[in-house]
């Protein structure tokens, strides 16, 4: 069965780190794009940032662009996202999701709640 799960979310303080996971089973890695979107109460669901199948080439949204820094390891099915320097406004659920270029599969993992807060 196709699974992402992701791990690392928690409750920091304003300008600390944290390094979100995504475990992916259950399908061909490496031939999919990956990404983190993000979801506040409220508040449209918005791309964080993505990686092609190699990692190649990364993209990022404005907002976070210098301080989130994602990446992946093919070998371990694995896709990351390093987020430092942490704003309160970053506060979301954030989710793993997984894309086949040119292809209608898609995945998405359940998300892990990430709380900025002083």
């Known amino acids: 069965q196709v699974q992402l799960v992701e791990s690392g979310g928690g409750l920091v303080q304003p300008g600390e780190s944290l390094r979100l996971s995504c475990a992916a089973s259950?399908?061909?890695?490496?031939?999919?794009?990956m990404s983190w979107y993000r979801q506040a109460p409220g508040k449209e669901r918005e791309l964080v940032a993505a990686?092609?199948?190699?990692?190649?080439?990364?993209n990022y949204a404005d907002r976070v662009k210098g301080r989130f820094t994602i990446s992946r390891d093919n070998v371990k099915n694995t896709v990351y996202l390093q987020m430092n320097s942490l704003k309160p406004e970053d506060t979301a659920v954030y989710y793993c999701?997984?894309?086949?270029?040119?292809?209608?599969?898609?995945?998405w993992g359940q998300g892990t709640q990430v709380t900025i807060s002083s």
């Open positions: 999701y997984a894309k086949r270029g040119f292809q209608h599969d898609e995945y």
């Open positions: 990686i092609s199948s190699t990692g190649s080439s990364r």
């Open positions: 259950g399908f061909t890695f490496s031939r999919y794009i």
